[in-house]
């Protein structure tokens, strides 16, 4: 079973650019008015619409610190914060935002999870 999130954009073709060319997403579905992203597991879709959905926190998992480190090197002059671990989750991680606001997460668990 898999499954699609959704998120209304004002600029598709800027969301299309965010997340392919910066984070490394791939084109799974193309259609006139929207297109579909994947990530591993993560499936992202963006439909250009008048109004914004910017609720949530997409995450992006990584296997190792190093990659989420790689991805803060990237993201260095928009991040929120340098990566840090957060005790409370037992995780490594840092935020950023993308062009329309939505907060963007990398993060690695610090223990065996099976996702």
Known sequence: MAGIIFFRTKNL???REFYIKR????VSLEQADCIILK???LLLGFCEREELDTQGII???YDNTDQVYS????FRTEALAEPV???KYNIYHFFTKD???RFVEFQNFLQPVNL
Request: without cysteine.
């Open 71 to 74: 991805m803060y090197k990237k």
């Open 59 to 61: 995450t992006f998992v």
């Open 99 to 101: 062009p329309e606001g």
């Open 39 to 41: 990530h591993g597991n």
């Open 23 to 26: 984070i490394g997403m791939e």
């Open 13 to 15: 073709n800027l969301m």
């Open 85 to 87: 671990v957060n005790e």
